[in-house]
Nanobody, 121 residues
Framework: QVQVVESGGELAQAGGSLGLSCVVY????????MGWYRRAPGKERELVAS???????NYADSVKGRFTISRDSAKNTIYLQMNNLKSEDTAIYYC???????????????WGQGTQVTVSS
């Protein structure tokens, strides 16, 4: 069984910083792209940042220069460092990972349960 588990969400002040972590557990052959999405109240889910297995990154325009995604492949973990937080960053943050299990030829996207980030102004 594969599990994607996020942690680190909490209440933060505007202008402050917060770090999220996402760990993949289970019997895994390979993890491909990983990323962070978020869903704000009343809005659709949107991509925040993604990172390939080679370390290439992609960011939403709204977080460029403030958020940094990183990856520790040895630990099956990605991180999201969020600086200069704004009230509009308030959302549930979800981690996703494209995981290929032993015996599979293609990967499958797995999602975590989400972690709440609330930014007060």
């Amino acid at each position: 069984q594969v599990q994607v588990v996020e942690s680190g969400g909490e209440l933060a002040q505007a202008g402050g910083s917060l770090g999220l972590s996402c760990v993949v557990y289970g019997s895994i052959f390979r993890i491909g792209d990983m990323g962070w999405y978020r869903r704000a109240p009343g809005k659709e889910r949107e991509l925040v940042a993604s990172i390939t297995s080679d370390g290439w990154t992609n960011y939403a325009d709204s977080v460029k220069g403030r958020f940094t995604i990183s990856r520790d492949s040895a630990k099956n973990t990605i991180y999201l460092q969020m600086n200069n937080l704004k009230s509009e960053d308030t959302a549930i943050y979800y981690c996703t990972a494209n995981i290929r299990r032993f015996g599979q030829t293609l990967g499958t996207d797995y999602w975590g349960q989400g972690t709440q980030v609330t930014v007060s102004s």
